[in-house]
C-alpha cells in the first residue's frame, strides 16, 4: 500500500496539479487524522488512503472548476497508474470526490457500492480532508500547524498560522459539518 503514495504523485504531476496548495493540505490532513485517533480508530492503511486522496483532491481542476471534485473521483477510478484493488480505489476515489460540495449519500456513485464498513471509513477521513482543505482556501499555505483538543462535545482545532487568514479558517468551520456529524461534536477552530 506504501508504494500508492508514489503512483499518486505520478499521477498528479500528470494532471498538471497545483503542488503547494496539495502538499499543504496533505501535511494537514495527517496532523488531524493523528490527533483525532481517539474518535475515528482508524489505522495505517487508512492513513495511506487519506494521504492518497488528499495528494489527488483538486486534480480534476485544470479540466473543470466547478465539478472538479467529481471529476478528482473519475479520474482516479480510470486512473492506470494506480496499482490497486477497486475496493482501496474507490475509497480513495470518494475521499477525494467528498472534499467539496454534498455529503457521502447512499446514491451516490460509487459510494453506494461500499459496504457499511468501508463508508465509515470514507465518511472519516472525508470529514478531515474537508477541515484540511478548508485551513488552506486561499491557497496560500498560511498555516504551520495545528493542534487538537477533544472534549465530550466538541473538538477545539488550534491553528498555528503565518499572518491571520479568516478565510481560512471560516472555510474550515464550514467544511467541518461532515466532521460534526460523524463524531457528534461540534468543531470550533481558533488560532493558537
Not at 164 to 181: V, W, Y
Request: hydrophobic share 35%.
Amino acid at each position: 500500500m506504501e508504494q500508492i503514495i508514489t503512483q499518486s504523485l505520478e499521477l498528479a504531476r500528470r494532471c498538471k496539479w497545483e503542488e503547494g496548495h496539495s502538499r499543504q493540505v496533505t501535511k494537514l490532513s495527517l496532523q488531524l487524522f493523528d490527533q483525532l485517533k481517539p474518535l475515528h480508530n482508524l489505522g495505517d492503511e487508512e492513513r495511506i488512503s487519506l494521504e492518497a486522496g488528499a495528494i489527488l483532491h483538486d486534480i480534476g481542476f485544470s479540466q473543470n472548476e466547478k465539478s472538479h471534485h467529481k471529476l478528482s473521483r473519475d479520474i482516479i477510478v480510470d486512473a492506470k497508474e494506480l496499482a490497486i484493488g477497486p475496493i482501496p480505489r474507490a475509497i480513495i476515489a470518494l475521499i477525494a470526490r467528498y472534499h467539496r460540495k454534498s455529503l457521502p449519500k447512499k446514491s451516490h456513485k460509487y459510494y453506494c457500492d461500499l459496504d457499511v464498513k468501508n463508508k465509515d471509513i470514507v465518511n472519516k477521513l472525508s470529514a478531515i480532508l474537508r477541515i484540511a482543505d478548508g485551513l488552506d482556501r486561499t491557497h496560500r499555505g498560511m498555516v504551520k500547524d495545528v493542534e487538537c483538543d477533544i472534549k465530550p462535545e466538541q473538538v477545539i482545532i488550534r491553528v498555528d498560522a503565518q499572518s491571520e487568514s479568516p478565510e481560512d479558517r471560516e472555510a474550515a468551520q464550514n467544511k467541518a459539518d461532515l466532521f460534526e456529524k460523524i463524531s457528534n461534536r461540534k468543531v470550533i477552530i481558533e488560532n493558537l
